[in-house]
């Protein structure tokens, strides 16, 4: 493994596409089908809801059983202003190889210290978004 490749790679969906893309179904790094879990808000989330006049906040967890890929997705939209909305996802680089399952922080490291995660989101290229099978 490289050790300029990073561990977690994050990625504001908002900024990536035109229309908001469906929930992932296979796995990017094994093929295999993904499960979706509802978690609690991050602190960004939670703080849009404080800050918010009609705050909509959805955090999934995605997992693969397989190979143990994991991403954390969250949308926020204010309700009341309606063209407000973010939605970020951050996961496990799917280009590392399994082996690299050990030295990568827990989903609920990410989920807890969201904030120091999303600091260098990017926008997703379309080659990495067909890789996604939304």
């Given amino acids: 493994m490289d050790s300029d ?20 179904q296979k796995c990017p790094r094994c093929q295999d089908r993904v499960s979706a879990t509802s978690l609690d808000a ?5 703080s849009f809801r404080r800050d918010e006049l009609i705050p909509v906040v ?3 967890l995605l997992r693969c059983k397989r190979c143990q890929w994991w991403a954390i997705r969250e949308y926020r939209e204010d309700c009341e202003a309606h063209d407000f909305v973010e939605e970020e996802i951050l996961m496990i680089n799917p280009d590392l190889p ?4 050990t030295a990568l922080p827990t ?3 990410v989920l807890k210290d969201f ?13 990495f978004a067909k890789r996604l099978e939304w």
């Fill in 107 to 109: 989903w609920e490291t």
């Fill in 98 to 101: 399994i082996a690299a399952n």
């Fill in 42 to 46: 991050t602190e960004a989330g939670e």
């Fill in 115 to 127: 904030s120091r995660y999303r600091k260098n989101l990017q926008v997703m290229d379309s080659a």
């Fill in 58 to 60: 959805i955090t999934n």
């Fill in 5 to 24: 490749t990073p561990l977690i790679i994050g990625f504001d969906l908002r900024a990536s596409f035109t229309r908001q893309p469906p929930g992932l």
